[in-house]
Structures are given as C-alpha cells and as structure tokens.
C-alpha cells in the first residue's frame, strides 16, 4: 500500500502542491504549519532601484497596493509559480531561477520584497510584505505517512511538534531543510532541485 503524502505549507501552496499529489493518484494530508498574513510596509521610490527579487508568490500575494508602485521594475523570480504570480500582477519577469535565491544575482541597485523568515542578501535593499504564522495542527495523521518539507523553518517546526518521528519519513526541498529536520525519522530523501514537483517525486520514493 502507497503511504499517503502530507503537505506541511501553507495555503494557497498547500492546496497546490495537494493537487498535483492527488493528480498522480496518491493520497494526501493537508496539514499546513503555518498561515501567511500580510504585513504594513510602503513602497519606496523605484527609481532608485534597477530590478525587484521575488523569492515567494507569497510576496506577490501580500504585498497589497503599494506593489503597483513597483511595477516598472523587472522582476527576478525563484520558479515559476512566483513567475507567474508576477507575471499576472502586470510585471515583466526577465529571470526565473530554478536554484533558490541564492542563483539569482541580477546586477546594479536591487529591491527585494520577503517574508519576516528570510536569508539575508547583503547586496540588497530588503523590505518585509509578509509572515508566516505558526500553527499547531493535529498530527497524528503522519504516522506511517511521509511528510513533505518545503523550508528548512517547516523542518524545524515539524521536529518541535511531533514527539515521536520513528514512523515518519521526510522529504526535504534542499540539503537544508534535511538538516533543519534533525534525525530519528524513519526515512529521509532530498529534492535533486528545490521545485514542487522534485520534492513530490522524492517523496514518493519513500511512500511505498
């Protein structure tokens, strides 16, 4: 019997990544960890900027009004949901990154829009649009299950609240996110590429 696959992020993510699950014919557990909320924040004068970083839709999504101001900035995406979510907010989108933040380097004076949880860039202007929130779901659905492990924050998070991770596996999007889980679970695999669908297909390797 195929273990059903458990979707820690949060919505609209979860429900995305859910899909895709179920579109292959496998079970899975909507069990967000957290839920994104927007945060206060002005937009500053784009012109002293040549391009915006999105690491997240979230950033897309949240960010509210004051994005408008920014749209003449050519946008760098990290994969393509955050590209298209961009995309449909009317900016032009000249980079999508398939490796993280980290792969994106667009030259000159850089803007980037995150969640209140980021990697710092130091060679960047940073403005908070956004937290994920915590929440405390009910995870007795997990045993036996493999949960999937979008952030190294979700990682440590799931490690906090579940008690006993003997009858868990985990699948991580990136070798950091593995290390943010801590050991003792029943088995473990990492994404070859830190997208939605590689972290699907490593978890399925553990389902069986």
């Known amino acids: ?8 992020r949060p919505d609209p ?3 995305a990544t859910a899909a895709r699950i ?3 014919g496998h079970g899975a557990l ?3 960890l957290f839920v994104i909320r927007p945060v206060a924040w002005t937009a500053p004068n784009p012109t002293s900027y040549d391009s915006l970083v999105l690491s997240s839709a979230n950033a897309v999504r949240m960010a509210g009004p004051d994005l408008a101001r920014l749209g003449a900035l ?3 995406a990290v994969g393509r949901a955050t590209a298209l979510a961009a995309q449909a907010a009317g900016f032009t989108v000249v980079a999508v990154g398939e490796g993280g933040v980290d792969a994106l380097d667009p030259p000159g004076r850089v803007l980037r829009l995150v969640g209140r949880d980021h990697r710092p860039a130091p060679a960047a202007s940073t403005i908070t649009v956004y937290a994920s929130e915590g929440l405390t779901p009910d995870l007795s659905g997990l045993i036996d299950a493999t949960a999937l492990l979008h952030s190294p924050r979700a990682a440590a998070r799931l490690a906090e609240q579940l008690a006993d991770k003997s009858r868990v596996a985990i699948a991580a999007i990136s070798p950091a996110a593995l290390a943010a889980a801590g050991p003792g679970w029943r088995a473990t695999a990492v994404a070859d ?3 939605d669908d590689a972290l ?3 978890a399925l390797t553990l389902a069986d």
């Open 1 to 8: 019997m195929t273990r059903p696959l458990a979707v820690l």
């Open 13 to 15: 993510g979860n429900a």
């Open 22 to 24: 179920e579109a292959l």
């Open 30 to 32: 909507r069990l967000p």
């Open 74 to 76: 050519p946008v760098h």
């Open 193 to 195: 590429r830190p997208t």
């Open 200 to 202: 699907i297909a490593a």
